[in-house]
């Protein structure tokens, strides 16, 4: 079973770490422009990740579609359920690019940017922003790969994109002197060469086993349904994540920027564990969807150890890398001390997020998003008044940044974290969870 996992995790982890890679590349290049260009990337980047996170249902509902399907011998309908995902993905991107093009700076004005701050979040945005489709196509094509267990495609695609996006940020910003709005367009320009070289083959491999290419109303709209719980416990975690952000704004623009690049490295090394999740999640899917319950158990204990593990390695080498790698996300001293804060406080508690993110990705395989929707906004519900009471504090109590730091990263991982992992555990000692 561990092979079983490994097998399908590390390919899995290229996709995952596609726009987490991109933005953390964005973020090394952008905070040697200055502590204001850094600032405006956490405003803008929040709100495009924002976005790309409400829509992972593209992803994981398609992959426990379409892994159900196979594993109950029905492959064309499932591969089918994988291209009506695409479908959507592609109408959703065109509509939410617009809106945000429209609506950039009064959102970034909301989120708490100012002055050359808000200018920054501003031209960031609007440069990134129509590549949200070609994102969003990544996500949905991947639901077919990892249904067929043709995984190894996506880490070919993620190095692509971001070796793509590295050279053309550095050309961008440097070499033209596009500042923040070059690193915008360079990250725009991998998204849609990610999103045009993992739908080829997608649809090519679907068409082998007889898949109609077509849109399907009725397809689109069970897949829209299907991830509407989905999307719920997104909203509720990506509002939780958005307080954060607003609130590390409210802490001046040193902690702003340095929980940019603490946040960017998170979303990374979160990926590696998701990874571990969502292999997971299309093996148990498959054994459900086949009837086999027992080895659906079975996988879900090894998925867990795994999850546990993972966190316990990667935790570790996080906060080595902490320690040493500061310079490259800013010049500035006194931000270089906060990231460095910022990772080895993350690093501490990582085995529980790798935990957490391994259940989590079993109960999505078995498709119990309305647990998940309601888990997660009972979390979010506890945390922003968690969050209210370190704004109190930051004006009194935590009277250092480095005291603010360290609690912006504690009660992300003790509240945040550390309640969906209870609620996950809870929900796997029972059988309610299989269907």
């Given amino acids: 079973m561990n092979r079983q996992i490994l097998s399908l995790a590390l390919p899995t982890f290229g996709q995952l ?21 850094l600032a405006g990337l956490s405003i803008g980047s929040t709100i495009i990740l924002t976005c790309v996170g409400l829509c992972v249902f593209l992803a994981y509902g398609t992959t426990s579609q379409v892994a159900h399907l196979i594993g109950a011998g029905r492959r064309r309908e499932g591969l089918e359920a ?19 093009f429209a609506a950039a700076e009064p959102l970034c004005w909301i989120m708490g940017a100012r002055g050359a701050v808000l200018e920054h979040a501003v031209a960031y945005l609007h440069a990134i922003v129509f590549g949200l489709p070609g994102m969003l196509l990544v996500y949905a094509a991947n639901g077919i790969f990892r249904g067929l267990k043709k995984v190894r495609i996506t880490l070919i695609a993620a190095v692509a994109g971001a070796v793509t996006n590295t050279v053309l940020d550095l050309l961008f910003v440097f070499g033209f002197g596009w500042g923040i709005a070059g690193s915008g367009a360079a990250t725009l320009i991998a998204q849609w060469f990610m999103g045009i070289f993992l739908t080829i083959p997608a649809l090519l491999w679907a068409k082998a086993d007889g898949a109609d290419w077509k849109p399907r109303l009725a397809g689109i709209l069970t897949t829209a349904g299907d991830g509407a719980p989905l999307f719920l416990r997104t909203l509720a975690l990506r509002a939780s994540m958005v307080a954060t952000v607003m609130l590390a704004a409210r802490m001046g623009d040193q902690v702003l920027a340095a929980y940019q690049a603490v946040n960017s490295s998170w979303n990374f090394v979160i990926n590696m564990l998701d990874a571990i999740g969502i ?29 546990l593990v ?19 996300f800013s010049p500035t001293l006194a931000v270089q001390q906060q990231i460095t804060v910022g990772l080895v406080t993350l690093a501490i508690f990582l085995p529980l997020g790798g935990w957490m993110w391994a259940l989590d990705g079993i109960l999505i395989g078995a498709g119990d998003y309305r647990y998940l929707a309601l888990t997660c906004t009972v979390t979010a519900l506890v945390y922003f008044p968690c969050l209210t009471a370190i704004g109190v504090a930051s004006g009194s109590v935590l009277t250092s940044d480095t005291a603010r730091t360290i609690a912006l990263w504690s009660v992300i991982n003790v509240v945040f974290i550390g309640l969906r992992a209870l609620f996950n555990a809870l929900r796997v000692r029972g059988d309610n969870w299989m269907k």
């Fill in 17 to 37: 770490i596609a726009e987490p890679a991109f933005i953390l590349i964005d973020t090394a290049i952008v905070g040697h422009i200055g502590d204001a260009a």
């Fill in 82 to 100: 994988g291209i009506d995902g695409m479908w959507l993905a592609l109408l959703i991107g065109a509509i939410v690019s617009t809106a945000l």
């Fill in 279 to 307: 292999a997971g999640q299309a093996l148990v899917a498959t054994e459900l969807g086949a009837g086999r319950r027992d080895r659906a158990r079975a996988m879900t204990q090894a998925s867990g150890r795994a999850g």
């Fill in 310 to 328: 993972g966190g316990i390695i990667i935790g570790f080498a996080l906060a080595v890398v902490g320690l040493v790698t500061a310079p490259l």
